[in-house]
């Protein structure tokens, strides 16, 4: 059984902070890694995926993937309130040749940014 | 151009009853997933669909049900609701192969 855990928070940072966002995940197989938000009540939005081991950057955000140690981490820099969501993360298991992917999902990590 | 798009974004039923949710892929994709987001937890994988067949499956009974039109667009069908069937239900579109996936507004079931 494939797991995904995120501690659910909730996660509280003062406006102008380092958010820090941890994910890990059970399956050593898994190859691609997805941070979405989610406001209360709306959809999932993609904001980052990330497929090898490092770091990847984009605007504020910057996703690490560490494989070896089953990790995967969001940090938000200089956080708005508009920030405060659900995050969620997801990975991908490996190629099965069955078909295409399909994400497992952690329960996900409530972000507040106290202005 | 158009992103996914569900229909309807609420629906109350009874329980015993049967639904029909929507979705339409984002254009240029074409592979339709469905997940189900109980109240504070993540999304579930329900099942895939590609070229109109279902080529995936998670752990859901039989009462959950799709189809896949040849333009792409799915439908999800639930038969003999259940007051745990209560959930948002998502659609995700993506392109076959890709792992990139992009969700629907969503769907609010509610069964009482």
């Known amino acids: 059984q494939k797991e995904v855990e995120q501690n659910s928070g909730p996660l509280s940072v003062p406006e102008g902070a380092i958010a820090s966002l941890n994910c890990t995940y059970s399956d050593r197989g898994s190859q691609s890694f997805f941070w979405y938000r989610q406001y209360s009540g709306k959809s999932p939005e993609l904001i980052m995926f990330?497929?090898?081991?490092g770091d990847k950057e984009d605007g504020r955000f910057t996703a690490q993937l560490n494989k070896a140690s089953q990790y995967v981490s969001l940090l938000i820099r200089d956080s708005q309130p508009s920030d405060s969501a659900t995050y969620l993360c997801a990975v991908t298991g490996a190629y099965s040749g069955a078909g295409s992917y399909q994400l497992t999902f952690g329960k996900g990590t409530k972000l507040s940014v106290i202005p | 151009d158009a992103g996914v798009t569900q229909s309807p974004t609420h629906l109350i039923k009874t329980r015993g009853q049967q639904v029909t949710l929507r979705c339409s892929p984002k254009?240029?994709?074409?592979?339709v997933s469905w997940y189900q987001q109980a109240l504070g937890q993540g999304p579930q994988f329900i099942f895939q669909y590609y070229e109109e067949e279902e080529r995936q499956r998670g752990n859901f009974p039989d009462r959950f049900s799709g189809h896949q039109f040849p333009n792409y667009s799915s439908e999800l069908n639930v038969n003999a609701l259940l007051l745990g069937d209560s959930a948002l239900y998502l659609c995700a579109s993506s392109s076959w192969g890709a792992t990139e996936a992009f969700f629907g507004q969503g769907t609010r079931l509610t069964v009482v």
């Open positions: 254009s240029g994709h074409d592979t």
């Open positions: 990330i497929y090898s081991n």
